[in-house]
């Protein structure tokens, strides 16, 4: 959710033998029949099964022992004035009433990594400066798989001593996305666990082990979104088996990390699709009803704050206009689809608040139909993450996908290729969801709006 980096791109998706591979190019991962070692001064570096990258190996690691604040646009505060630090509840009423208010995001040390290293490949001064700025706005960490886990103790305790010797009150932000036979629909974002093969109770000890680390670190706030596309899914495509078949798993162990996890005290988003996708008037009362209903199960945690909408997609907060995809629908962007679920979710006793990713939402009328979600061309960073948001149902516009990393490759060879990745409207050559694509980062920097 990169034209020399276009052909070291084209170059990863090539069988090669002899050559080495270049900058940002593919290296390994399983059915790779390319080179497999990199030019000078990048690392063949794995980042999954199925696609090792080589990542240029001579860049400065970014400083982490400052943490400046989120940005935002010109002229709008970005929190309250942080107060001194409190321990954060393990259980009972929460400490906040909107938790992105009072507290500094913690920057992400990898997100930061991958930012100096693609800042360092660009040759344009300008260009550069701007992307290396990304390093500074906070965005959501993925713990897509149990291995990303201990990262998160790494992270809570660097925030907690940051936390410590600056007496601004630090908050981790993640995404819990790990499901068994995740995202049911698609493919390019498919998981490490099955169903068939031990998935819920494997699902149920990644989230003990997520709050086996949160609880080392009680007095850092945790703020998550929960399992994007998942609960969306359930409303709108049970008519795909795998769907169908996934629909009781999804419900019982999202069931069992909103319980877990409000019991050390995370604040929480179910992730709720979209404007496009539930905002459709047949798609509003489905969605209201299942959403108020898994609160419900939960135990109505007053840490299940509401939901996230927008994840990894590209709509804008409030469009000047509506994008002629949207022809039908009068929700045809996020404030009018929340304006018209939150009334919905209140009234079945779910006093939901949202927040919104306007990551990659800088420009809009690019895509050729509302459901195209994979790498779409000329996209560009949106609104910085801010809590002056003009919405009383709104706690923050936030960053959930971090830019630059793809949505999926357009590699119609790989396990995990999905079709829309070779849509017109999506960037190709394409490398594999959640590997660095620094063709695209270089354009959603130049496209941004707010300018960088």
């Not at 990393?405 to 960037?427: H, I």
């Amino acid at each position: 959710m990169k034209s020399f980096a276009a052909l070291c791109a084209l170059v990863a998706l090539l069988p090669s033998v002899s050559a080495q591979a270049q900058q940002w190019a593919q290296c390994g991962g399983i059915g790779w029949s390319g080179a497999t070692t990199c030019v000078s001064g990048s690392v063949c570096t794995k980042q999954n099964d199925y696609y090792s990258q080589c990542i240029p190996g001579t860049a400065p690691p970014p400083a982490t022992t400052a943490n400046p604040p989120a940005t935002s646009q010109p002229g709008t505060p970005t929190t309250a004035p942080s107060s001194a630090p409190t321990a954060a509840p393990t259980g009972g009423s929460p400490a906040a009433s909107n938790p992105f208010v009072g507290v500094t995001p913690y920057l992400s040390p990898y997100y930061a990594n991958e930012i100096a290293a693609a800042a360092s490949a660009i040759s344009d001064a300008t260009l550069k400066t701007k992307a290396a700025s990304i390093a500074n706005v906070p965005t959501f960490t993925w713990l897509d798989s149990v291995s990303k886990i201990p990262d998160l103790g790494t992270d809570l305790a660097a925030a907690k001593k940051l936390q410590d010797s600056t007496g601004q009150k630090q908050v981790v932000q993640i995404v819990v996305y790990d499901l068994p036979d995740r995202d049911c629909a698609a493919k390019a974002s498919n998981g490490e666990f099955s169903i068939a093969n031990n998935g819920q109770a494997n699902y149920e000890n990644y989230i003990d082990q997520i709050v086996a680390e949160i609880k080392k670190v009680p007095d850092v706030r945790v703020i998550a979104v929960i399992e994007p596309d998942s609960l969306a899914n359930l409303v709108t495509n049970l008519n795909v088996q795998k769907c169908a078949n996934a629909q009781t798993t999804y419900l019982a162990c999202v069931n069992y990390a909103l319980k877990q996890l409000s019991a050390v005290g995370v604040y929480m988003y179910m992730d709720a699709g979209h404007a496009g996708w539930l905002g459709w008037p047949a798609n509003l009362g489905p969605a209201a009803q299942l959403f108020a209903s898994v609160f419900k199960n939960a135990g109505s945690s007053p840490f299940v704050k509401g939901l996230a909408t927008n994840v990894a997609n590209y709509n804008a907060l409030s469009a000047a206009s509506p994008d002629p995809i949207t022809q039908g629908n009068a929700n045809y962007d996020e404030i009018h689809y929340i304006n018209a679920l939150a009334p919905q979710l209140q009234s079945q006793g779910f006093p939901a608040t949202f927040v919104v990713d306007q990551g990659r939402a800088g420009q809009q009328n690019l895509r050729q139909q509302w459901g195209d979600w994979c790498n779409i061309k000329g996209a560009g960073f949106g609104t910085r993450p801010t809590t002056n948001t003009g919405s009383q149902f709104i706690d923050s516009i936030v960053w959930v996908k971090p830019g630059g990393e793809s949505d999926g490759t357009s590699n119609s060879s790989s396990p995990r290729f999905d079709s829309t990745c070779s849509l017109s409207d999506a960037a190709q050559p394409a490398p594999e969801a959640g590997t660095w694509f620094q063709a695209y980062f270089e354009t959603l920097v130049s496209k941004a709006n707010p300018p960088l």
